[in-house]
T-cell receptor, first 110, second 117 residues
Framework: RKEVEQDPGPFNVPEGATVAFNCTYS??????FFWYRQDCRKEPKLLMS???SGNEDGRFTAQLNRASQYISLLIRDSKLSDSATYLC???????????FGSGTRLLVRP | GAVVSQHPSWVICKSGTSVKIECRSL??????MFWYRQFPKQSLMLMAT?????????EQGVEKDKFLINHASLTLSTLTVTSAHPEDSSFYIC?????????????FGDGTRLSIL
């Protein structure tokens, strides 16, 4: 079983749509959680951290359910520029190593 | 602006060549840097953790004699792919942790696209 699992997609949605991505992780001792965005042939960029209480940054909302070992990302009012691969990332221990999911590809069409 | 610089960004070379990739933290000291590899349509896979002044810690399945890591200073780590072969062709990305940035787990370099002919 992969340490971090995501639906690979692609999710093909029209502009303005709301889209949700899910992610599960296997290590119950995981400490920190993030969503990264990666554009084609580019390095990943931090989108947002994920906190137990849930957190929002503009059109993006992230939630964490530790009991179910489940993380989600909600994007509202999708823009064309949101088209990218979204990576669920977990920091499993105190070594600061990041474990990346395989990513979910989002395509936002006009 | 970029806080981690990776060089070169693109390398094409013949099979059997050794290739060195540099990763520099530009405005902070990084005692720990990380090296990842990403094959097409796959996620980033951690290869090794580079520790300043000590040996790197390699992930399972990564050959330490094949992928030499040197972290000689607090701002520079290098990855050398020795005797590279076509199967080593990949996107190599480094990252560095800035202990002063608690909200940013790691800063990533731009990546190096390695193509072995």
């Amino acid at each position: 079983r992969k340490e971090v699992e995501q639906d690979p997609g692609p999710f093909n949605v029209p502009e303005g749509a709301t889209v949700a991505f899910n992610c599960t992780y296997s290590n119950s001792a995981s400490q920190s959680f993030f969503w990264y965005r990666q554009d084609c042939r580019k390095e990943p960029k931090l989108l947002m951290s994920v906190y137990s209480s849930g957190n929002e940054d503009g059109r993006f909302t992230a939630q964490l359910n530790r009991a179910s070992q489940y993380i989600s990302l909600l994007i509202r009012d999708s823009k064309l520029s949101d088209s990218a691969t979204y990576l669920c990332v977990v920091n499993a221990d105190s070594s600061y190593k990041l474990i990346f999911g395989s990513g979910t590809r989002l395509l936002v069409r006009p | 602006g970029a806080v981690v610089s990776q060089h070169p960004s693109w390398v094409i070379c013949k099979s059997g060549t050794s290739v060195k990739i540099e990763c520099r933290s530009l405005d902070f000291q990084a005692t720990t840097m990380f090296w990842y590899r990403q094959f097409p349509k796959q996620s980033l896979m951690l290869m090794a953790t580079s520790n300043e002044g000590s040996k790197a810690t390699y992930e399972q399945g990564v050959e330490k004699d094949k992928f030499l890591i040197n972290h000689a200073s607090l701002t520079l780590s290098t990855l050398t792919v020795t005797s590279a072969h076509p199967e080593d062709s990949s996107f190599y990305i480094c990252s560095a942790r800035n202990a002063g940035h608690v909200d940013q787990p790691q800063h990533f370099g731009d990546g190096t696209r390695l193509s072995i002919l």
